[in-house]
């Protein structure tokens, strides 16, 4: 007797997925095994050995037949604590990209549009296209900066229900200021999410300016200054109302148990923390002189990474040969608007001179 053959999606049974998808590329960043790796902007540094010794502590206490405490009380207290707000503002997630996904899904979605001004952070357009929005870019300055200007004609012209600003802009390092995310406010630009992963690096925040009267959202993450990107864990401050609605979007017990922990437990350490912060600042600025004194146009960085474009030579080649020393940075070069810039995230003083080294060596 003959079985019946399950339909398949299409020839060599491959399905297609939902057309509107079919254009993405997803997220690239080559994992290559380096001697000095400086391409994804995470901490040099391991956390704390106290706070690694105390999340062990803990975790052998834990009834893991339990689900997690799905309103996360104790993490999102300390988070509240730490910035002096309630901690019905804190809405917390597996990374600050399952954040974003999560206002995403809840403001955005299929038939909205979304605001972004590029070049910034990729995720931004990219999940917001996974959730079926329009994705409206607008155009920065060759200096990077945003026109006030141009902020106004993006919004005036598609009315998004969500903009995103990044401050500091990734891969640019550029702080926005402060009334630019006031004009966005003013502009009624929907939910205006201030994406601040490197905001401890920089001298200003959007929080001051978060409370409930305002459609105004910060992003966090553990990954960069927190050293603690193995852990998954992000958040957002906002609005109570806000945080209401993404509960009710996000999957129940998201956050598993020791995750809830370890970003409870990082927040003894905040003096460590700001160790840290102040030793890769004073090499930020180390390494953007020597970057300024060789043929290389540097962009002022507030975060732990330097956008650069060298002169004589093309961005893609110097990549590779840095390469070839063995020092890993990030490609930018062929993104839209960064042709033949590589970004560097600081690393340690000796990392730091590897990559100096090299430069030098290649360069002059
Ligand atoms: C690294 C980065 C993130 C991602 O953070 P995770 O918490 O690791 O998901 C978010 N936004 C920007 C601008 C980043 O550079």
Known sequence: MLVPQKPVGSLLGVLPVRDDLRALEGYHSPQVDVRVRLNTNESPFPPPVEWRDALAAELSRVEWHRYPDRTAD????????????????????????????????????????????????????????????TV???????????????AERVVTASRPSVTFLTSPNNPTGLVEPADRVEQLLDL?????????????????????????????????????????????????IGPT???RELEKVVLPYHLDTAKQIA?????????????????????RERLSEALAAMPIDVTPSGANFILFRPQTIAGRELWQRLLDHSVLVRDCSGWPRLADCLRVTIGTVDENDAFLDALREILV
Not at 136 to 150: H, I, K, M, Q
């Open 188 to 236: 009624d630009a929907g939910l205006v999410v201030a994406d601040e992963a490197y905001a401890q690096f920089a001298d200003w925040s959007a929080l001051t300016l978060v409370d409930d009267d305002r459609p105004l959202v910060v992003t966090r993450t553990f990954s960069k200054t927190w050293s603690m990107a193995g852990v998954r864990l992000g958040y957002a």
């Open 263 to 283: 970003g409870r437990l990082a927040l003894r350490y905040v003096d460590d923390m700001n160790d840290r912060v102040r030793q890769i600042v004073s090499e």
């Open 136 to 150: 409206v870019e607008g155009d920065r300055n060759d200096d990077f900066t945003l026109d006030p200007a141009e």
């Open 74 to 133: 104790g993490l999102r207290e300390a988070i509240a604590a730490w910035h002096g707000v309630s901690p019905e503002m804190v809405f917390a997630a597996n990374g600050s990209n399952e954040v974003l996904q999560t206002i995403l899904l809840t403001y955005a979605g299929a038939g909205r549009t979304v605001a972004t001004f590029e070049p910034t952070y990729q995720m931004h357009a990219q999940i917001a296209r996974v959730v079926g929005s």
């Open 241 to 243: 109302w806000f945080v």
